[in-house]
């Protein structure tokens, strides 16, 4: 089955400053990366997906980028912010079933 | 995500005791799953369910036991043969349309007693 590994588990970073998440993937048969956001005790919540078709995505302060033949994607997050200190999980999955298989997650730590 | 309801919230189980989690959609999606989350770990697939009266297993099946009789209902039993049930239990849905991703309820957390 699909194995996601993410990277760093923890990060920390200043207020305003940039932060960057970086997930690989096993299956070269995945070709649907979303990225969720979970803060403590609530849901996840999607927060930008990138299908294998195409590079890179951007959503205002938050972008994807997807290399297929390496097998990696990643999240960047700029102008960072206190609301955005959270846990970030990555996924990956085949569209005909979306089953996702999820990296450990990162927490991402927001000093103002 | 207000159209996935999970209950209870918290839930306590004895020894040898079998309990079941509710998951309710009524947003009309094909697609629903199971997932557990442990502390400082990704989410892990339990069981999913594409269509109605259909379901399959995911990475981690052993001890839990799901059924699908109604689109919007996909409730969850977990059963004494799960040695170690403490866990946060996630339920999300999904359209059966191309591009549509998976949403979330709020969770149920199983504790044993």
């Known amino acids: 089955g699909e194995n996601v590994e993410q990277h760093p588990s923890t990060l920390s970073v200043q207020e305003g400053d940039s932060a960057v998440i970086k997930c690989t993937y096993s299956?070269?048969?995945?070709?649907?990366f979303p990225w969720y956001k979970q803060e403590l005790g609530k849901r996840p919540q999607l927060i930008i997906d990138?299908?294998?078709?195409?590079g890179e995505k951007k959503d205002q302060r938050i972008a994807v980028t997807l290399n297929k033949t390496a097998k990696h994607f990643s999240l960047h997050i700029t102008e960072t912010q206190p609301e955005d200190s959270a846990v970030y999980f990555c996924?990956?999955?085949?569209?005909?079933?979306?089953?996702?298989?999820f990296g450990a997650g990162t927490t991402v730590t927001v000093r103002a | 995500d207000g159209g996935i309801t999970q209950s209870p919230k918290y839930l306590f189980r004895k020894e040898g005791q079998n309990v079941t989690l509710s998951c309710e959609q009524n947003?009309?999606?094909?697609?629903m799953y199971w997932y557990r989350q442990d502390p400082g770990q990704g989410l892990r697939l339990i069981y999913y369910?594409?269509?109605?009266?259909?379901?399959q297993k995911g990475d981690i099946a052993e001890g839990y036991s799901v059924s699908r009789e109604k689109k919007e209902s996909f409730p969850l039993t977990v059963t004494s043969a799960q040695k170690n049930p403490t866990a946060f239990y996630l339920c999300?849905?999904?359209?059966?349309?191309?591009?549509?991703?998976?949403?979330f309820g709020d969770g149920t957390r199983l504790s044993i007693l």
């Open positions: 996924a990956a999955s085949i569209w005909s079933d979306y089953k996702l298989s």
């Open positions: 990138i299908r294998s078709n195409v």
């Open positions: 299956d070269s048969a995945s070709n649907y």
């Open positions: 947003l009309n999606h094909d697609a």
């Open positions: 999300a849905s999904r359209s059966s349309g191309s591009n549509q991703p998976q949403h």
């Open positions: 369910s594409q269509i109605v009266n259909d379901f």
